[in-house]
């Protein structure tokens, strides 16, 4: 049986948009969600009980419980069929939800919670599970909408991940998918920047098209009912995929793809989509993906 869904909660209203998302991945996997508060008081010298002058239910850890049970009331008023739990763990946010990552299919967190920095695109709690955790990393923001699901492919074998991810979500979602492979373009010298002849950008172009249907037509045998766009074309690929976001109802990527940097475990694509897209973003990585 595969892991449950993973959802992390503060109290914000973008947890709550992440909660009723999370619980219809639940949905869909047939799987448990485990709603988890990170709560990481107990690690400073600050009282958790209720004052002594102050109501009985006061206090932080009560205030972590009623967190964690507004989520999972949340979550069973959305999907009633979806078996739901809550979890108060002592901690910090990333490390909290990273560490849950181990043992399950998807973690969904929202992009911004509280106490986030107004200048800021995404949280750093959601930069840092996506580039860290075990398993699929779904970081709600944008809007909710329906569409297609996109996917970017750029060959690498975390993009093949991310391809098996976005037809198992198109077909969850009953959506149409939608890949995209953009293409660097580079002068006869091997330089980016120079513009090539207009038919030797026609002839790399349908290379990589009969490439990508190729690779796309060996995956979608197990979802026959999905239609698949292919587009393929030059330009910049995180560009490109943040504009496809205007209209989709999920991106997917994955966390590094060709060309990334050892170092790095969001590469620069995953990164412009998690911090520009206007819709929710999923983030595939090699060890637990798919």
């Known amino acids: 049986m595969s892991g449950p869904v993973i959802v992390g909660v503060d109290g914000s209203a973008s947890a709550l948009t992440a909660v009723r998302l999370a619980v219809r991945e639940a949905a869909y996997r047939h799987v448990p969600l485990r709603v ?13 009980g209720p004052s002594p002058l102050g ?30 739990t809550g979890a108060v763990i002592t901690g910090a946010a990333s490390p909290v939800l990273i560490e ?23 949280g750093s709690v959601a930069v840092q599970v996506a580039a860290h955790a075990h398993c699929p990393v779904l970081v709600v923001r944008g809007a909710q909408r329906h569409g297609p699901v996109v996917v970017g492919v750029d060959g690498s ?51 990589r098209a009969r490439v990508l249907a190729e690779a796309i037509a060996g995956r979608r045998e197990r979802y026959p009912e999905v239609k698949v766009d292919l587009q393929v074309r030059p330009g910049h690929p995180g560009q490109a995929l943040v504009r496809a976001s205007g209209e989709a109802q999920l991106v997917v990527v ?5 060309g990334g940097l050892a170092g790095l475990l969001l590469g620069s694509v995953s990164q412009a989509v998690l911090h520009h897209a206007d819709c929710p973003v999923a983030i595939v990585r090699a060890h637990r993906a798919g």
């Open 157 to 207: 074998p975390v993009s093949d991940l991310a391809v098996d991810f976005a037809l198992a979500e198109a077909a969850f979602r009953g959506a149409d998918l939608r890949t995209i492979h953009i293409w660097t373009r580079t002068g006869s010298d091997g330089l980016r920047g120079r513009q090539p002849a207009v038919d030797h950008v026609d002839d790399e172009t349908s290379a």
């Open 254 to 258: 994955g966390a590094r793809g060709r």
């Open 100 to 122: 849950e990552s181990r043992r399950a299919s998807m973690v969904v967190i929202g992009d911004r919670g509280l106490g986030g920095f107004t200048g800021l695109l995404v």
């Open 36 to 48: 988890v508060h990170a709560f990481i008081w107990p690690l400073m010298p600050v009282p958790l």
């Open 55 to 84: 109501p009985p239910a006061g206090g932080l850890r009560h205030e972590a419980e009623r967190i964690v049970d507004a989520a999972v009331r949340e979550a069973t008023g959305e999907r009633p069929g979806v078996p739901v």
